[in-house]
Structure formats: C-alpha cells, structure tokens
C-alpha cells in the first residue's frame, strides 16, 4: 500500500497520482513496468434519463386506476351516492391539465392554458350536475371560468411577446385581477336580480386604476425604474 508523500493520504497501488493533490506517486519497492488493475471500473457507467412519455404513462396508469377502483368501490359497496363521479372526473381533469406538458412540448402555452379552462369547467359541470345546479352554472360558472381562463391566456401572451419586466407583470396582474373581480360580481347579480350592476368590485377597481397608473409612470421615468429595480435588487 503506498502513501501520497505530501498529504500522507493511504493510495490504492493502480493510482498514479495523489486524488487530494496530484502528487505523482511514489513507491521505491514497486516495479515501474508492473501494471496493477485498478478496482474501479473503466467504463463509466450511464443511467438512461427519464422521459416525458415514461412520466405520461405513469399518470395515465396511476390516475386511471384510481378512477377505476373508485368506481368499483361506489357501484358495488358504498353505492349510497355518486361521489365516485368526483373523483373520476378529477382524474380526467389532471390528465387534461398534464399530459398536453408532457406529450407536446411544441403546443403553445396559450392553447394549453384554454385547454385547462375547458377541463375545469368540465369538472364543474359535473359538479353541478350531480347536485342539480345547472342554473348557476351556467350563470355564474361559466362566464367566470371562461373570464379567468381568457384572461390567463392574455397575460401569458403579453409576457411572451410584450415585456418579462417586473414592473409590467406587476401591472399586467392588477389589471387582470380587477377585471376578474368586476366578472364574478356582475356575473352573480345577474344570476340574482337578472341586471347588470357592480358593487363592491368598484372599490377593487379603484384600487387597481391607482396603481396601474403609479406603475406606468414609474415606468416611464428611468430613474423612478431604475431605483425601483436597484430597491428590490432586480
């Protein structure tokens, strides 16, 4: 067994140089021209990366097989409602949330975001259908899902091709949640008294109003920007 003669570390007889330092090694009893077969492989060995379809088919097996045995568990032992039908239908709903991520990366993420809102309001519908609330789902429900959806979409383009600054995603989400906020509160007055009014979401848009135009100033002046981003270290 040879030692490394400057850090004193214990060597295997293959090294040829010390793995702390670099030292060459050196050992006066061992024959130069002796070859010693190292203990490590010499092959470095390579695990073989997981892929997105690997992923997709472990979701699609997992989630499938829930759905099945949920639905086996409520036709034949707790049978006293269709809660089943939940469970199922989230399944379905995940499936669609992860599988346009996994299989087709090329889809833009716009049409991936429309085709969360569809599967949400798909899970929704089946809500309301089982609990015999289809007017307030189509009253409510839908334009709201579609509002939030429509808007998701909006923001996600503008990022991508208008600007990924700070200051305009801040801006970007006042306004959509304010424009979300004044949906819900006509969409549920209309459902109630059949009019079109706001309430409380006026305050909410207000609020928003103030700050958009606080953002877009600073914005528009570099150095109110440029302090602004060396404040919050951006």
């Not at 570390?9 to 006066?28: D, G, I, M």
């Not at 203990?39 to 390579?46: A, F, K, M, Q, S």
């Amino acid at each position: 067994m040879a030692y490394c003669v400057n850090c004193g570390v214990k060597l295997e007889e293959s090294l040829e140089k010390c793995p702390l330092c670099n030292t060459p090694v050196y050992h006066p009893d061992m024959n130069p021209e002796k070859k010693v077969k190292s203990p490590y492989p010499e092959e470095r060995g390579t695990v073989e990366k997981v892929r997105r379809t690997d992923i997709a088919i472990l979701l699609i097996v997992l989630l499938g097989s829930t759905a099945l045995g949920c639905g086996i568990l409520n036709a034949f032992v707790y049978t006293k409602s269709l809660w089943s039908l939940y469970v199922i239908t989230a399944c379905a709903v995940i499936l669609l949330f992860c599988l346009p991520v996994l299989l087709y990366r090329k889809l833009p993420v716009v049409i991936m975001t429309l085709i969360d809102g569809g599967a949400l309001l798909l899970y929704v519908y089946m809500v309301a259908e089982v609990n015999h609330g289809i007017d307030w789902f189509r009253g409510i429900a839908v334009p709201v899902i579609w509002l939030g959806t429509v808007l998701a979409a909006i923001f996600i383009y503008l990022k991508q091709h208008v600007s990924k600054s700070i200051l305009f995603t801040a801006m970007l989400t006042v306004i959509g949640i304010a424009i979300f906020c004044v949906g819900i509160n006509v969409s549920v007055i209309y459902y109630l008294e059949q009019k079109i009014d706001i309430t409380w979401s006026a305050v909410v848009l207000v609020c928003a109003a103030i700050i958009t135009v606080s953002l877009i100033t600073v914005m528009r002046i570099s150095r109110l920007r440029e302090e602004v981003r060396r404040r919050m270290h951006l």
